[in-house]
């Protein structure tokens, strides 16, 4: 009985002073990553867990990445064109506009506010007639969107206030077969009225600018009127449709349009962007959310794998456990060993599938196009998805979180096969070799 007792000292004592993730432990969990030739079906197991977590984590990243795209791009495009706040006059004609846009633009949240008028007309060529939607805006206010003033491809915009002539979309321009001082007849159903009814107003003005934002539907339908010509066009003599009103900062607009209606008229009606395209970016949202869920279930399918395969590789280490065990190993150093075995895969995985991704996603356009050349096709036609270019924009929370995720995930998937590996008795685990 004595002898037993020293034999069983060192033993414990080896145990106790045993460091948690002790080289030793890293040791032996690199090597079960390493298949023999008699584990070669854990081995793919293990294979097909790693490509799991990397598709899943390359998926995940990829696809939010150009959701998170197309919403920063829609949101630039209908904001860079539209106003933040548009403010109309309820009960009749918005006339006194010019001292309701001078006293807003004294709010200090605002950048400018302009006036506008907007009417649908028909734009005709000799070859070619379309339906357009006309925006009459002074020089100062055209030049205020930069997403119209910084895209002109052919033109100027310098004589926009003088002459008597109209800025079109690249789209327009080419459905209408015109260029830079062509003459384009544009058509109105609401002219003067006679004693026969109302005669259609028609009037020929020349192209002075053309510009391209990138996004086809604007590109195609959009038309840009000096405000006088527009006010004579539409016969609206000195008054205005509507004020659209930029601010600094247009996510919390909503705070801002109290501050604007201290200074304005009562009968003036305030609506932001937010209520004007609630249910649009919220489409955007939910859509964006459950690609999110759906896709997550790649990266949870790989994790079972990690578990099956973990499973399998501790039924196929029974020996080596018992051994480990009588020499001293604790249970969790045991537990520790095939953690980081099961860990690793998901570790390297997440990393390979983020590295991927995001490679992916900044040079996801070329690769559009490649893929369109190679099998000869349109892969992202514009005049279905409204944009140009497909875009991608990697955020960084998004991303973080799609990682941490994905290790967490990988990290859970390990823990009941490594308890079970450090639950197993030494004397079951040798009693038949």
């Known amino acids: 009985m004595q002898d037993r007792a020293k034999v069983a000292t060192p033993v414990t004592k080896l145990a106790v002073d045993t460091r948690p993730f002790s080289p030793y432990e890293w040791m032996l969990a690199l090597r079960y990553l390493k298949a023999r030739r008699n584990e070669g079906f854990i081995s793919v197991l293990a294979g097909f867990s790693f490509l ?171 038309i840009f009127m000096p405000l006088p010509h527009a006010q004579r066009f539409f016969n609206k003599g000195d008054t205005v449709d509507v004020l659209e009103v930029l601010v600094t900062d247009p996510e919390t607009v909503a705070e801002q349009v109290p501050a604007m209606r201290q200074v304005s008229d009562p009968s003036l009606h305030f609506s932001d962007w937010r209520q004007r395209n609630e249910s649009f970016f919220t489409v955007l949202e939910v859509e964006r959310n459950m690609m999110f869920i759906i896709l997550s279930v790649i990266v949870l399918v790989a994790a079972f794998n990690i578990i099956s395969g973990l499973m399998m590789l501790v039924k196929d280490k029974g020996r080596d456990i018992g051994i480990l065990r009588t020499m001293g190993a604790s249970q969790g150093a045991i537990m520790r060993i095939f953690l980081i075995t099961g860990a690793s895969i998901g570790v390297v995985g997440t990393i390979a599938g983020a590295i991927l991704g995001i490679l992916f996603c900044w040079k996801i356009d070329e690769i559009r196009h490649f893929v369109a050349w190679l099998t000869n096709t349109q892969l992202f036609n514009p005049e279905i998805y409204y944009l140009t270019r497909l875009p991608a924009d990697i955020n960084v929370h998004t991303t973080g979180a799609i990682i941490i995720m994905a290790l967490v995930l990988s990290v859970l998937a390990t823990l009941y096969p490594s308890w079970r590996a450090s639950r197993l008795d030494p004397v079951d685990a040798l009693r038949y070799e």
């Open 52 to 222: 799991g977590i990397l598709l899943g984590v390359f998926t995940l990243i990829t696809v939010m990445a150009v959701m998170n795209g197309f919403r920063k791009e829609l949101f630039t495009k209908i904001l860079g064109v539209n106003g933040h706040v548009v403010v109309s006059k309820v009960g009749g004609d918005f006339d006194g506009y010019a001292d309701a846009a001078q006293r807003l633009s004294k709010v200090p949240t605002v950048r400018t506010a302009i006036p506008l008028i907007e009417g649908q007309v028909m734009a005709s060529t000799p070859v070619q007639a379309l339906g357009c939607v006309v925006r009459g805006i002074s020089a100062d206010g055209i030049k205020a969107l930069p997403l119209v003033a910084n895209n002109i491809r052919f033109g100027t915009l310098d004589s926009f206030a003088t002459d008597e002539g109209i800025a079109i979309g690249t789209r327009l321009a080419n459905s209408l077969r015109v260029n830079v001082g062509d003459t384009v007849t544009l058509v109105s159903p609401r002219g003067a009225t006679t004693p026969f009814g109302t005669a259609p107003r028609i009037k020929p003005y020349k192209v002075l600018a053309v510009f391209e934002m990138g996004m086809s539907e604007y590109d195609r339908s959009m």
